[in-house]
């Protein structure tokens, strides 16, 4: 086979024997549907590929892959991804996450991953609660959401991640309902084409603690714009939409984070020269 | 389903790998439900959607076979030829773990309603002669599963209006 | 004249940013250069410059790996803020003050020098606006010590090479004109001759030699986060590990820095990071990950004083517990200490070596003592033992990441390689690594990570061990080369005393410390932490003998040798 034309891939080939714990009927079975199908759509094998995740529901995806995984601690994906990219840029790598792992304890590292623009797709499944912990808010929960950790609503305004991701630096910004699970993985392929840090925001509802998520379906719609390179429209664009634009919304061309090479090699051995006295 | 997600349909080669897609689709959907409803300890709703997936990939199977020396291609890639889901893959969304035979049946039923729709749309629509009579023979066919989908919903009447519920039930904890 | 000592200390003290740690750093070398050993270490206050600051800097014939007890001359360029060293810097009734008397009175702590020499420094750089104030002080200090002028000379034109001829020149004159200011004590504090060193020694502080071990030890990417005392280490490397092929990348936080080596690990490059008591707080969660996930990774303590910010500049040794206890769960790891500048890069090799062969973390647990104290070390003759990852290759299938049986070291795939892709996990994980909550697993996985450290041959490099006695003195870290010169002390005395100190302080060894301490009779413990956590380390791993005491106190005053042997003097019979 010629070595630049794309394996013959099945998404069942992407997929572990692992069986999901989800609740029936949450969208992260769709998204893991999409990550599939797009690992599949890209024709690499799964072992040059890694999805890197944090605690959480979404975070429980590379062990239903049969790439390589890691399901690290709560919050640090980012800072997984960002250290085994940077040390083997052969590898493939996905970041996985919540809107709690994301957004809240992760939230620095959102920050700075989309600063640092390193060559990584960014997947959350933003189902604006915390699941796995049954039901208290996250940063994306509407402000007037009843939980038993904040009674009549945390009164908050909700975190924007495109917003944010956008004014941070990220070089693709995104957004997803796992409903589609199609368009998810076409946006999953095309972020992680695109050079350098690539985010995708997926709304993946929660039916078990958000069942009123249901309504999403009848919510979204395409984007109706043209992706823009230009970051001011693009803000514009994100600070107005209503939260259900789905599609590519911005595709930056800064290049990708590039650590320093040197340009002969020495031997370790060779260091020490420095200290002689 | 909205008309941005039918692909466009050229030729009766193109129709039998969508065909076969659909068909495949659904089988593989089925067996998610059943592996999340043996997760989630409801065999008898575990049983009713293998058997549902056994049924598909008949189907599918089937339709292999009528393509016979035309082939199915590779129906669209490993994505697919649809901006959001497959016509007759079951909706995921209305899974629920306590969910009983008749609400399973009732999830068969809109998705064999919805490959109904896709078909019957395509008999109708201004593409090649042998497409569209193509389309009219599998619409055909999924008027048949419509039917029998009603027919075991007879046999499976809604669960009682009063029925105890879940006494763990996540959200109260 | 005196005929000239064995060892000589020197502090010299002024303003932050009059240059006091830029003249130690050049007395070192020019008396390196010439063949003596020396240490040099600093004290400054938090301030980024003004504030105090003082160079402390003991020449010796011999290698020196500890202050002395007592400073010989002390240099103040002036007086602003001395005081504050007044407990570090003890002067004896032999010692000699410089001191411009323009600077006003000298502190308490000058009160017992035998005699004060004048060095007229205001005076000269009004005259001389070129000339800088270090720079006199620096040739004054170096006549007294009898060094060679033209020596000296020369490392005031490497330094400032680069500055261009004018300030050379100028401050060449200047050192000359301290010199001359002094000329009639010349050799007042000399140190007694040696031979130039045949061999080549490095001149290195002991962050450097931590970098250098662990990159000849085999890292190759490291995640920075600043912090005082450790930011040393990642400068070091920045550049060096780019011109062996590796990376280091800044982090946005320690949370950032420890889970990105665990990633770069992961996928197979030995990593490292460096950082103090508070990043190492920080870090300590993902230290839990990585030993149930099996990664192996490095992780530099360079303890400050604590708790909270404490004392960022200063030395102690209380990181102890938490580098031993400080993860939840039963989290075995590696913790290894070095002793000494020069032990520096052997612990940081060994550890790099262990971590990698165990897929363990290893915490290389240094202090501010050692790793900004400069000093002139053989080049070591030996390197610990190499330590290699073991990998899966994808012979055996179906893969299991976490297989048990054997040594507990199981085969980590690395990506990319076919037919083993496997997720990582921090849950506890069955021999496949997935997710299970089971209590065989559970104990299984527990069992594994326990023994695979437990059961490795560690070798000698676990303690120092010197001497042979029925009195035997605990100690570890920074504080060996205080204890050793403590006993020596005392051996004058008549009273001897065996020396063990523990490198390897996590896996605990209780044969080969039994073995130790067969026939001690009685013990002295040596720690700098307020709260005997050392002791206590002791007291829940070891059996000790019965009559145990301590010498202990928190940073930022150091033990001194005279401290050791009088609690060997005074502690028992002989």
Same mark, same amino acid.
């Not at chain 1, 790439?67 to 800072?79: D, K």
């Given at each position: 086979?010629?070595?630049?034309?794309?394996?013959?891939?099945?998404?069942?080939?992407?997929?572990?024997?692992?069986?999901?714990?989800?609740?029936?009927?949450?969208?992260?079975?769709?998204?893991?549907?999409?990550?599939?199908?797009?690992?599949a759509?890209?024709?690499?094998?799964?072992?040059?590929?890694?999805?890197?995740?944090?605690?959480?529901?979404?975070?429980?995806?590379?062990?239903?892959?049969n790439?390589?995984?890691?399901?690290?601690?709560?919050?640090?994906?980012?800072?997984?991804?960002?250290?085994?990219?940077?040390?083997?840029?052969?590898?493939?790598?996905?970041?996985?996450?919540?809107?709690?792992?994301?957004?809240?304890?992760?939230?620095n590292?959102?920050?700075?991953?989309?600063?640092?623009n390193?060559?990584?797709?960014?997947?959350?499944?933003?189902?604006?609660?915390y699941?796995?912990?049954?039901?208290?808010?996250?940063?994306?929960?509407?402000?007037?959401?009843?939980?038993?950790?904040?009674?009549?609503?945390?009164?908050?305004?909700?975190?924007?991640?495109?917003?944010?991701?956008?004014?941070?630096?990220?070089?693709?910004?995104?957004?997803?309902?796992?409903?589609?699970?199609?368009?998810?993985?076409?946006?999953?392929?095309?972020?992680?084409?695109?050079?350098?840090?690539?985010?995708?925001?997926?709304?993946?509802?929660?039916?078990?603690?958000?069942?009123?998520?249901?309504?999403?379906?009848?919510?979204?719609?395409?984007?109706?714009?043209?992706?823009?390179d230009?970051?001011?429209?693009?803000?514009?664009?994100?600070?107005?939409?209503?939260g259900f634009?789905?599609?590519?919304?911005?595709?930056?061309?800064?290049?990708?984070?590039?650590?320093p090479?040197?340009?002969?090699?020495?031997?370790?051995?060779?260091?020490?020269?420095?200290?002689?006295? | 389903?909205?008309?941005?997600?039918?692909?466009?349909?050229?030729?009766?080669?193109?129709?039998?790998?969508?065909?076969?897609?659909?068909?495949?689709?659904a089988?593989?959907?089925?067996?998610?439900?059943?592996?999340?409803?043996?997760?989630?300890?409801?065999?008898?709703?575990?049983?009713?959607?293998?058997?549902?997936?056994?049924?598909?990939?008949?189907?599918?199977?089937?339709?292999?076979?009528?393509?016979?020396?035309?082939?199915?291609?590779?129906?669209?890639?490993?994505?697919?030829?649809?901006?959001?889901?497959?016509?007759?893959?079951? !909706? &995921?969304? @209305? *899974?629920?773990? =306590?969910?009983?035979?008749? %609400?399973?049946?009732?999830?068969?039923?809109a998705? /064999?309603?919805?490959?109904?729709?896709?078909?019957? !749309? &395509?008999? @109708? *629509?201004?593409? =090649?002669?042998?497409?569209? %009579?193509?389309?009219?023979?599998?619409?055909?066919? /999924?008027?048949?599963?419509?039917?029998?989908?009603?027919? &075991?919903?007879?046999?499976?009447?809604?669960?009682?209006?009063v029925?105890?519920?879940?006494?763990?039930?996540?959200?109260?904890? | 004249?005196t005929?000239?000592?064995?060892?000589?200390?020197?502090?010299?003290?002024?303003?932050?940013?009059?240059?006091?740690?830029?003249?130690?750093?050049?007395l070192?070398?020019?008396?390196?250069?010439?063949?003596?050993?020396?240490?040099?270490?600093?004290?400054?206050?938090?301030?980024?410059?003004?504030?105090?600051a003082?160079?402390?800097?003991?020449?010796?014939?011999?290698?020196?790996?500890?202050?002395?007890?007592?400073?010989?001359?002390?240099?103040?360029?002036?007086?602003?803020?001395?005081?504050?060293f007044?407990?570090?810097?003890?002067?004896?009734?032999?010692?000699?003050?410089?001191?411009?008397?323009?600077?006003?009175?000298?502190?308490?702590?000058?009160?017992?020098?035998?005699?004060?020499?004048?060095?007229?420094?205001?005076?000269?750089?009004?005259?001389?606006?070129?000339?800088?104030?270090?720079?006199?002080?620096?040739?004054?200090?170096?006549?007294?010590?009898?060094?060679?002028?033209?020596?000296?000379?020369?490392?005031?034109?490497?330094r400032?090479?680069?500055?261009?001829?004018?300030?050379?020149?100028?401050?060449?004159?200047?050192?000359?004109?301290?010199?001359?200011?002094?000329d009639?004590?010349?050799g007042?504090?000399?140190?007694?001759?040696?031979?130039?060193a045949?061999?080549?020694?490095?001149?290195?502080?002991?962050?450097?030699?931590?970098a250098?071990?662990?990159?000849?030890?085999?890292?190759?990417?490291?995640?920075?986060?600043?912090?005082?005392?450790?930011?040393?280490?990642?400068?070091?490397?920045?550049?060096?590990?780019?011109?062996?092929?590796?990376?280091?990348?800044?982090?946005?936080?320690?949370?950032?820095?420890?889970?990105?080596?665990?990633?770069?690990?992961?996928?197979?490059?030995?990593?490292?990071?460096?950082?103090?008591?508070?990043?190492?707080?920080l870090?300590?969660?993902?230290?839990?990950?990585a030993?149930?996930s099996?990664?192996?990774?490095?992780?530099?303590?360079?303890?400050?004083?604590?708790?909270?910010?404490?004392?960022?500049?200063?030395?102690?040794?209380?990181d102890?517990?938490?580098?031993?206890?400080?993860?939840?769960?039963?989290?075995?790891?590696?913790?290894?200490?070095?002793?000494s500048?020069?032990?520096?890069?052997?612990?940081?090799?060994?550890?790099?070596?262990?971590?990698?062969?165990?897929?363990?973390?290893?915490?290389?647990?240094?202090?501010?003592?050692?790793?900004?104290?400069?000093?002139?070390?053989?080049?070591p003759?030996?390197?610990?033992?190499?330590?290699?990852?073991?990998?899966?290759?994808?012979?055996?299938?179906?893969?299991?990441?976490?297989?048990?049986?054997?040594?507990?070291?199981?085969?980590?795939?690395?990506?990319?390689?076919?037919?083993?892709?496997?997720?990582?996990?921090?849950?506890?994980?069955?021999?496949?690594?997935?997710?299970?909550s089971?209590?065989?697993?559970?104990?299984?996985?527990?069992?594994?990570?326990?023994?695979?450290?437990?059961?490795?041959?560690?070798?000698?490099?676990?303690?120092?061990?010197?001497?042979?006695?029925?009195?035997?003195?605990?100690?570890?870290?920074?504080?060996?080369?205080?204890?050793?010169?403590?006993?020596?002390?005392?051996?004058?005395?008549?009273?001897?005393?065996?020396?063990?100190?523990?490198?390897?302080?996590?896996?605990?060894?209780?044969?080969?410390?039994?073995?130790?301490?067969?026939?001690?009779?009685?013990?002295?413990?040596?720690?700098?932490?307020?709260?005997?956590?050392?002791?206590?380390?002791?007291?829940?791993?070891?059996?000790?003998?019965?009559?145990?005491?301590?010498?202990?106190?928190?940073?930022?005053?150091?033990i001194?040798?005279?401290?050791?042997?009088?609690?060997?003097?005074?502690?028992?019979?002989?």
């Open positions: 086979m010629n070595a630049a034309e794309p394996l013959k891939c099945r998404p069942s080939d992407y997929k572990s024997e692992v069986k999901p714990i989800w609740c029936p009927g949450c969208g992260d079975y769709h998204v893991l549907m999409a990550l599939t199908r797009a690992m759509a890209l024709g690499l094998p799964p072992e040059r590929l890694a999805v890197v995740s944090g605690i959480g529901c979404s975070s429980r995806i590379p062990a239903y892959t790439c390589y995984g890691f399901h690290g601690v709560h919050g640090r994906s980012l800072a997984v991804a960002t250290g085994l990219k940077i040390a083997r840029p052969d590898i493939t790598v996905i970041c996985a996450s919540g809107d709690g792992d994301g957004y809240s304890i992760g939230g590292h959102f920050l700075h991953a989309c600063r640092r390193v060559d990584l797709a960014y997947i959350v499944m933003d189902n604006h609660i699941g796995m912990t049954k039901g208290q808010p996250s940063p994306t929960t509407e402000p007037d959401f009843d939980t038993a950790l904040a009674p009549g609503g945390t009164g908050l305004r909700p975190f924007n991640p495109l917003v944010v991701a956008l004014a941070s630096g990220a070089n693709f910004v995104a957004r997803a309902y796992s409903g589609n699970p199609n368009e998810t993985a076409e946006l999953i392929v095309d972020a992680i084409k695109h050079p350098g840090f690539s985010f995708v925001e997926i709304l993946s509802p929660c039916v078990t603690y958000r069942p009123d998520q249901r309504s999403w379906k009848d919510r979204v719609h395409p984007a109706p714009v043209t992706p823009t230009d970051p001011a429209r693009a803000a514009r664009r994100l600070m107005t939409d209503d634009n789905l599609g590519v919304l911005y595709r930056g061309n800064r290049a990708p984070y590039k650590p090479t040197a340009a002969a090699m020495l031997a370790p051995e060779s260091l020490d020269e420095e200290f002689v006295v | 389903m909205s008309g941005a997600n039918v692909p466009p349909v050229t030729s009766v080669a193109a129709l039998y790998g969508i065909a076969h897609r659909i068909e495949a689709d089988a593989e959907r089925y067996v998610m439900l059943a592996d999340q409803m043996e997760t989630h300890n409801n065999l008898e709703l575990a049983r009713m959607f293998r058997d549902l997936a056994r049924a598909e990939r008949l189907h599918a199977d089937k339709i292999r076979d009528l393509a016979g020396s035309i082939g199915i291609g590779d129906g669209g890639g490993p994505i697919g030829p649809w901006k959001s889901d497959s016509p007759e893959a079951a !909706d &995921l969304y @209305a *899974a629920r773990y =306590d969910m009983s035979p008749h %609400d399973a049946l009732r999830l068969a039923l998705a /064999e309603e919805r490959a109904l729709a896709f078909y019957t !749309d &395509l008999a @109708a *629509a201004k593409v =090649d002669r042998a497409v569209r %009579d193509l389309a009219a023979s599998f619409a055909v066919e /999924e008027r048949e599963h419509v039917a029998l989908c009603h027919r &075991l919903l007879e046999r499976y009447p809604p669960a009682s209006a029925r105890p519920g879940d006494p763990d039930a996540p959200g109260d904890r | 004249m005929s000239g000592a064995s060892s000589v200390s020197v502090a010299m003290v002024g303003s932050g940013g009059a240059g006091v740690l830029t003249t130690g750093e050049m070192l070398e020019a008396a390196c250069a010439a063949g003596w050993n020396g240490l040099l270490t600093r004290s400054v206050g938090p301030q980024i410059r003004g504030g105090e003082a160079s402390l800097l003991r020449l010796a014939r011999a290698p020196v790996e500890c202050m002395a007890d007592q400073f010989d001359l002390l240099v103040g360029i002036d007086w602003v803020n001395a005081g504050r007044g407990d570090e810097i003890p002067l004896g009734p032999a010692s000699l003050l410089v001191c411009d008397p323009a600077a006003g009175a000298p502190p308490p702590m000058a009160a017992n020098a035998k005699r004060v020499i004048q060095l007229p420094i205001a005076e000269l750089t009004k005259a001389h606006p070129a000339w800088r104030a270090n720079m006199i002080a620096l040739g004054a200090a170096g006549h007294l010590l009898g060094l060679d002028e033209a020596a000296l000379h020369g490392v005031i034109a490497k400032f090479a680069t500055k261009g001829s004018e300030v050379v020149t100028a401050n060449v004159a200047a050192a000359a004109a301290g010199a001359q200011a002094v009639g004590d010349r007042r504090v000399a140190l007694a001759p040696v031979a130039p045949a061999a080549k020694r490095w001149l290195i502080t002991g962050n450097e030699a931590v250098l071990g662990a990159l000849q030890g085999g890292i190759r990417f490291a995640a920075a986060y600043p912090i005082t005392p450790a930011s040393d280490i990642l400068e070091w490397l920045a550049p060096n590990l780019t011109k062996v092929g590796g990376t280091l990348v800044q982090a946005e936080d320690e949370l950032a820095s420890v889970n990105m080596i665990i990633g770069a690990s992961y996928g197979g490059v030995p990593s490292l990071t460096a950082t103090s008591g508070p990043g190492l707080s870090m300590i969660e993902s230290l839990g990950l030993t149930a099996e990664v192996p990774i490095v992780i530099v303590d360079v303890m400050r004083g604590g708790p909270s910010t404490g004392i960022p500049t200063k030395s102690e040794q209380s102890l517990n938490i580098a031993v206890y400080g993860m939840h769960g039963d989290a075995p790891h590696l913790v290894i200490a070095p002793q500048v020069g032990d520096c890069w052997v612990s940081a090799h060994w550890a790099t070596g262990l971590a990698e062969a165990l897929q363990a973390p290893a915490i290389v647990l240094s202090d501010q003592f050692l790793g900004q104290a400069q000093t002139a070390i053989h080049r003759a030996e390197r610990p033992p190499a330590g290699q990852r073991r990998v899966a290759d994808g012979a055996t299938l179906p893969y299991a990441r976490y297989a048990l049986g054997g040594d507990g070291v199981s085969p980590m795939a690395i990506p990319g390689t076919a037919h083993c892709a496997y997720t990582a996990d921090g849950l506890t994980h069955t021999e496949r690594g997935t997710p299970t089971g209590a065989r697993d559970h104990l299984a996985q527990l069992d594994k990570r326990r023994d695979k450290l437990d059961g490795h041959e560690y070798g000698p490099l676990w303690a120092t061990i010197e001497g042979e006695s029925e009195i035997a003195v605990l100690t570890w870290g920074s504080l060996t080369g205080v204890v050793r010169e403590g006993i020596a002390q005392a051996r004058a005395d008549g009273v001897s005393a065996k020396l063990i100190a523990p490198r390897l302080l996590l896996p605990t060894r209780p044969a080969e410390m039994s073995a130790a301490l067969a026939g001690v009779k009685r013990l002295l413990v040596v720690e700098q932490t307020h709260g005997q956590q050392f002791l206590k380390y002791l007291r829940a791993h070891y059996d000790l003998p019965a009559a145990v005491s301590v010498l202990h106190r928190p940073g930022p005053l150091p001194r040798p005279h401290e050791v042997r009088r609690h060997l003097i005074e502690g028992g019979s002989r």
